[in-house]
């Protein structure tokens, strides 16, 4: 880790991820001094906290950030390690000024910038671009009785494999395409139940990531000229039938229960009022924005979230969030969804700076 500079930069990115080298990848074309901090110890963001089995659900072609494709591979869909080899290369590629580990802790504003806190000391920008994405706060939601339960509990963002599960009485919660990959390996050693809060919506076996995107374009550009579409349902946290999620079905393992009442010591209490003997909970529940760094600022509602424009905070002109979810951007917490609102944070950002000078 590199000491931080005394100077003025123009641009301080928070992040190292698919959004962070993204918006840097347009932002060097324009000129703007920049700096990104990274919280990892290495490359990739957090892909390099995905389970072992990770895939994909789109090609490689379709799994891509500006400016550089993703190389392909030959079979199926590209793994986890894939994505962090691409995003690795592809920071050497540009060179970007990135100094890790920087785990910011604070931003303050100045007269004419804002100061980013790291417990390395700090760094100071005429705009800030917070691109920490959603793995460092994963939700899981309350349930009573959760803290008598004696079996082990993690989320996903915790998840590695099957193995240690192996032989054991396995609840896995969560409706989305965590959920039944995880479902899918877990049962193949486990007693595997899979909880959601209703049916599973399961996609049709030819659509994947590709097509999800095509139809999210399609609602965007729709939404930017007021009109409104039919398309076929499907969203990006259907099941998409990945061939593990397929074998699983053959296996007859893909089927679903609705949620437990209650934890017990031993497991969870069902609405019919039968009791399950349970070793462990997977929660596949989702993420909530990872921005507890911001909260100086005092712009987080009560939802979590920052009131944005696009991608600019509404109540804080010199700060930016990109690739949180579709509140940051339709697609924008994808691969290939990111570039759409990296480039328009480009964008505005050399306006709004070019203008300060002015």
């Not at 892909?47 to 030959?74: C, D, K, Q, Y």
Request: proline content about 6%.
């Amino acid at each position: 880790m590199t000491a931080q500079s005394e100077a003025m930069h123009d641009v301080v990115i928070i992040g190292g991820g698919q959004a962070a080298l993204a918006t840097a990848y347009f932002l060097r074309r324009t000129g703007l001094s920049l700096v990104m901090l990274d919280a990892e110890d290495g490359p990739g963001g957090a892909w390099r906290h995905g389970w072992n089995s990770l895939r994909l659900f789109s090609p490689a072609t379709w799994s891509s950030i500006p400016g550089w494709m993703m190389p392909p591979v030959e079979d199926g869909y590209p793994t986890r390690d894939h994505v962090v080899d691409y995003l690795t290369r592809y920071e050497e590629r540009y060179q970007f000024a990135v100094q890790r580990p920087v785990r910011v802790t604070s931003v303050e504003r100045l007269t004419g910038a804002l100061r980013v806190h790291a417990g390395q000391g700090h760094w100071d920008a005429r705009a800030v671009v917070s691109a920490t994405g959603t793995w460092s706060h994963p939700h899981i939601p309350h349930y009573p009785g959760s803290e008598l339960f004696g079996g082990q509990q993690l989320h996903s963002a915790h998840y590695v494999e099957a193995q240690p599960f192996a032989g054991k009485r396995v609840l896995v919660v969560g409706a989305g395409n965590s959920g039944a990959q995880i479902l899918a390996e877990v049962s193949k050693v486990a007693d595997a139940t899979w909880v959601t809060p209703t049916e599973p919506l399961f996609l049709p076996d030819d659509v994947d990531g590709r097509v999800l995107f095509e139809r999210a374009t399609e609602r965007w550009k729709a939404q930017q000229e007021g009109r409104v579409i039919d398309q076929p349902v499907g969203g990006l946290g259907d099941v998409v039938m990945v061939p593990p999620v397929v074998e699983a079905r053959e296996r007859g393992v893909l089927h679903a229960v609705r949620p437990f009442q209650r934890f017990t010591r031993d497991g969870v209490v069902w609405p019919d009022g039968m009791q399950s003997e349970v070793d462990v909970v997977i929660w596949c529940t989702g993420f909530k924005p990872a921005l507890e760094h911001l909260a100086s600022l005092g712009l987080i509602t009560d939802e979590g979230r920052i009131e944005v424009d696009g991608t600019r905070a509404v109540q804080e002109p010199r700060l930016w969030l990109v690739g949180y979810g579709e509140w940051t951007g339709s697609a924008s917490a994808t691969l290939i969804g990111v570039t759409r609102t990296a480039r328009s944070t480009a964008a505005e950002i050399e306006q709004f700076l070019g203008t300060a000078q002015a």
